[in-house]
């Protein structure tokens, strides 16, 4: 799958040591089972005419988090009726995404969380 290594108790960007167990990541399960952890929810009348500058911040928050955290990664971008929908493998990159928009372009912003489900649904709107 993406090649972290689960070394001294977290999962890691290493080398696989010769002879070492494969195992893929939680991150990877949940990309293959279509089951996010986090959904990011993009609405308003702003998102439309700033959605590039909008996507490229978040793709770049992903990325320096996904560089420092594996199992932190992006699933899929998909634009909706309403704006668009940001689905994660992990509920802190969903906070993170929603917080670094909130930070940059204000608005309103919402936190739904679901400890049965280890979910969260991030709202924001401006």
Not at 5 to 24: K, Y
Not at 28 to 40: E, L, N, Q, T, W
Not at 43 to 59: M, N, R, S, V, Y
């Amino acid at each position: 799958d993406c090649g972290a290594v689960f070394h001294e108790g977290r999962w890691q960007w290493l080398t696989a040591p010769v002879g070492a167990h494969q195992a893929s990541c939680p991150a990877c399960h949940r990309i293959r089972d279509h089951f996010p952890a986090g959904y990011v929810t993009l609405t308003g009348t702003f998102f439309p005419a700033h959605e590039q500058e909008i996507l490229h911040l978040i793709q770049h928050l992903a990325e320096q988090e996904k560089s420092e955290h594996p199992l932190q990664r992006i699933m899929a971008i998909e634009k909706t009726a309403q704006g668009s929908l940001i689905t994660t493998t992990d509920i802190h990159l969903a906070r993170g995404i929603g917080e670094a928009l909130h930070h940059a372009y204000q608005g309103e912003l919402e936190f739904h969380y679901n400890p049965e489900q280890l979910l969260l649904r991030v709202n924001w709107v401006r």
